[in-house]
């Protein structure tokens, strides 16, 4: 059988299990030391919520990860019946039990360098270790860079940010352990931001979008202890298995600092990052009850990306599709997560803010996504899963949570093991209705 070739974030790890355990040989390139990805290395928790009229949208593979992170308690279900709570730590150590498991192999600390074509079919990825430049092969890959750095390098046309050229915001992800959760709890329960439980604290801060909290990061500004930009954004939550320790969706990269697949503007992110945790650790030291002794537990090894290269697939999804809940014959996954534009200009657009009449806003509403938003277009072996997956800008900031990755991987995954098996790595070829029919088998919702 021919081997696969993934990369080992949010969609490739999964990408890479799925394809295992259909019986390719894997190989799961990833240049960090573990898989996840955005899960994992650059500490985004909780999972966002995909659901339609209370019911979770992403199953198979999702519900298996989530499931053995309870089973480690590193994952939880908080009383209102969210079950997407986990611990990026221990995520690592399910990721590689499940590869592992499935016979999958994984070669860490490895960037690829460039793809190697013949006519419209990639060869081999030339890549670098400690081991040096080397070229491996395969019959299909999967780009699950988030980047869409394969895809690019084989001259799959990309797109990337708004009208403009603007990207999404980036952040960079810490916590802040020592925590004191019970006083905190209380405190934030006494100014209006309701919480079910010390044990699952969300809270959260934007300017003029009446947080109980605005009127302490105000005075911070004045005194000197935050920037203005630094609430732009604001947001914590608890994390399982780390009692006394919130993870914080923050801090927001500065506006000038908004391309992910630049390396110059990568490296500035990192230093800003570390800059604004600081000021951050010492606005929640001195303005929030029980954060007095806290200390920074985690800086996330990896920024946060939001979005960057969109490739140019046989179908592009758009608004349109999101707001008129379109399903599609080669459906591969269901969605209702809002569009979620992380402006570098400030605050945050959402859609599920507003009301209005499209099918969209009803609450068991849900659209799809095509099996050919991860066929790139002029390469025939190559699949593209994730946020990188063809998509208008909005539309792509709606399908790029995590959950939604786990599930176009886990279709990429299969659909690559079935390529190189029986059409010669050509993955037009594969029956879709007969993924789509696996993909149930495997517990999914298509």
Known sequence: ????????????A???????????RVLVIEAQGSLGGTGTNA??????????????LNRGLTEEIKARMRERSDGA????????WFNPEGLKFVLDD???????????????????LQADQITALVVHNKGGLQALRARVFIDATGDADVAAGAGVPCHGGDEHGLHQAMSLRFTLAGVDTVRLCDFLNASGQHQASADFLHFWMVWDRRSSLEPLFRRAVEQGVLLERDGDYFQAFSVPGRPRELSFNCPRIRPDL????????LSAAQVD??????????????????????????????????????????????????LDCTKFEDSICRNHYPVDIHSVKGGAKLLHERDGEAPYFAPDAWHEIPYRCILPQGVQNLLVPGRAASSTFEAQSSIRVQQNCHSMGEAAGIAAAWAARRHDGQVRDVNVRALQDELRQRGGLV
């Open 98 to 116: 499940l590869l592992h498991e499935a016979s999958g192999e994984i070669l860490f600390h490895t960037q690829v360098v460039a793809p190697l």
């Open 273 to 322: 990052g570390r800059q604004a945790i600081m000021r951050l650790t010492a606005f929640c030291r001195t303005f929030l009850p029980g954060c007095e002794e806290a200390f920074v537990g985690v800086v996330a090894p990896m920024v946060g990306v939001r979005e960057t290269r969109r490739i140019q697939g046989d179908y592009t999804l758009s608004v349109a599709d999101i």
């Open 77 to 84: 279900i908080d009383p209102g019946g969210n079950d997407n």
């Open 1 to 12: 059988m021919g081997r696969d070739r993934g990369r080992g974030g949010t969609a490739g």
């Open 258 to 265: 908004h391309d992910g697949a630049d390396p110059w503007q």
């Open 43 to 56: 500490w985004v928790t909780p999972l966002m919520r995909n659901v339609s009229g209370g019911e979770n």
């Open 14 to 24: 999964v990408a890479g299990i799925a394809a295992a355990r259909t019986g390719a």
